[in-house]
Structures are given as C-alpha cells and as structure tokens.
C-alpha cells in the first residue's frame, strides 16, 4: 500500500458543478495535511492545509479531514475552467515527520 | 512580502557537466526543500535544509549535493549530469523542519541535459 494514494483522473466535471478530490493515507498518526494545485509546467501552489478533524473551508474550497477512516478531501465548488490543474495531496507522516507525495489528480472544468 | 525566488529559470547542460541551482526562501521562512519534478510526475523529495545541514534526505545519489547558508537560502549541486536529470527543479520554504508549516514553492528551475 502507497502512503499517501489518490486517483489519478482524469476527473472531468461540467463547469459550475462541485468537484470532488480524495486522498488516502497509511500512517495513523499523520497529522498535517495539505492541498497542492498545479498547473502544467508550473509549480504546485498551496490551496488549502488541516490539521483537525473536519471541515475547514476558503472561499470555494473545502478540505474535509477524517482521521478515523485516514483519508482527507478536497470540494470545489461552482468549479471553473481556470480549476483545471493537478491537484496534489501531501500528508506529514507521524513518527518521522516526512512530507509524503500523492501523485496527484487531474482535474478538467468543462466550460 | 517576497516569495520562494530560484535561479536560473531555465538552463541547459551537456552530459557530465556539472550544475548549480539557487533559491532563496519566503522572507520569515528558515527551512528549505528540494525537489525534482519529471514531467508528468509528482515531486520527489532530494533533501531538507535547516540551520545550515542537511535534515532529510530522499533516494538521490551523492551526485546531489546542498548547502545552506547563514541567510537561509540554498544552493542544488548536481555533478556528473546524466540526461534522466533533466526535470523541473523545485525548491520550497517552511518555517521550521518538522512538516508542520506548509511548503512554500518558487517558480522552479527547469533543466535540461542533452
């Protein structure tokens, strides 16, 4: 089992839906979270970081953590073609405190 | 507020050469990170920095090399250039070692061997 998994894509969802980005982790006691975009040829950018159980929320974005079930989401709401990027899910491992990679979804917002 | 800056944007070598890449954290960050990033790949970790040594290493060989300055900012050697090392370089800046202060990214320095 990979550390840090999440679906390639691509995820193709029409412009103004809700996007919906998951990643699952291994190490139980992971407890730093973060959400990455990337467009091509660029460097990621950082969306969105959690910490606690839950939802936190930024303007259109929504992490959700579940530490439980040891996975972490991302929605996009009202998704817009400019969405249309890498998304990149990153998870700070317990014990050694490495920052673990997913190999990121693709996301294309059709207008 | 000064962002993550690297340089050279761009920079192509010849096979065997050797190279030396420059970044210069987020103004209050004192930690930083490279990655190599081939194309259509996710970021793979090289090395961690942090009060001037080397705090994690990922599965790069010794031909990957880093030195962190009094001022924070870093320096990627690369000896012995071999065409798979061509990829987009990433640095990123944290506040501290331990993953809990999220990455900051600079544009990235895009190599090329031939």
């Known amino acids: 089992q990979k550390e840090v998994e999440q679906n390639s894509g691509p995820l193709s969802v029409p412009e103004g839906a809700i996007a919906s980005l998951n990643c699952t982790y291994s190490?139980?006691?992971?407890?730093?979270f973060f959400w990455y975009r990337q467009y091509s040829g660029k460097s990621p950018e950082l969306i969105m970081s959690i910490y606690s159980n839950g939802d936190k929320e930024d303007g259109r974005f929504t992490a959700q953590l579940n530490k439980a079930s040891q996975y972490v989401s991302l929605l996009i709401r009202d998704s817009q073609p400019s969405d249309s990027a890498t998304y990149l899910c990153a998870v700070v491992t317990g014990n050694n405190r490495k920052l673990i990679w997913g190999l990121g979804t693709s996301l294309a917002v059709n207008p | 507020d000064a962002g993550v800056t690297q340089s050279p944007t761009h920079l192509i070598k010849t096979r065997g050469q050797q190279v030396t890449l420059r970044c210069s954290p987020k103004?209050?960050?004192?930690?930083v990170s490279w990655y190599q990033q081939a194309l259509g790949q996710g970021p793979q970790f090289i090395f961690q920095y942090y009060e001037e040594e080397e705090r994690q290493r990922g599965n790069f060989p010794d031909r990957f090399s880093g030195h962190q300055f009094p001022n924070y900012s870093s320096e990627l050697n690369v000896n012995a250039l071999l065409l798979g090392d061509s990829a987009l370089y990433l640095c990123a800046s944290s506040s501290g070692p331990s993953g809990g202060s999220p990455l900051h990214f600079g544009n990235g320095t895009r190599l090329t061997v031939t």
């Open positions: 190490d139980r006691v992971s407890q730093s």
């Open positions: 103004s209050g960050h004192d930690t």
